[in-house]
């Protein structure tokens, strides 16, 4: 019953990123490019499987939990092309847009590290 209730909360997830083809920054709508579109689609099949696949072995665990932050940190970036092939934003709004999903990106990094190590260490059980 949890596998059909964890399958539909994953296409909920997928079905909204595909009605909304908008992302949100610096109160600005912004179109999502068909590769950022791709990798929120697959951090819902992760999301989708982990929950499945999480009890039968540690190292299937693990694998999921490494490609989620994979996933997240390469959304993070997949923001900066995505603000560079919307042709309806001006070039200042454009700057200042990238500006703004390179700082959103790189604070996320210490975070990621930090998730990183502790999917690492709960596999290594140092």
């Given at each position: 019953m949890i596998v059909v209730f964890a399958g539909f909360l994953a296409f909920l997830f997928c079905l909204y990123f595909i009605k909304n083809p908008y992302f949100t920054l610096q109160h600005i709508k912004i179109k999502r490019s068909k590769s950022l579109l791709i990798t929120e689609l697959s951090i819902g099949v992760i999301i989708f499987l982990y929950i499945i696949f999480a009890g039968y072995s540690r190292l299937v665990r693990f694998l999921l939990e490494l490609t989620s932050?994979?996933?997240?940190?390469?959304?993070?970036?997949?923001?900066?092309?995505?603000?560079?092939?919307?042709?309806?934003?001006?070039?200042?709004?454009?700057a200042m847009l990238n500006k703004k999903a390179k700082k959103d990106f790189y604070s996320t990094l210490p975070m990621l590290f930090l998730l990183t190590c502790m999917f690492v260490f709960n596999f290594i059980k140092i």
């Open positions: 932050v994979i996933l997240f940190l390469l959304e993070m970036w997949l923001r900066v092309p995505a603000i560079e092939s919307d042709f309806s934003l001006s070039p200042d709004v454009k």
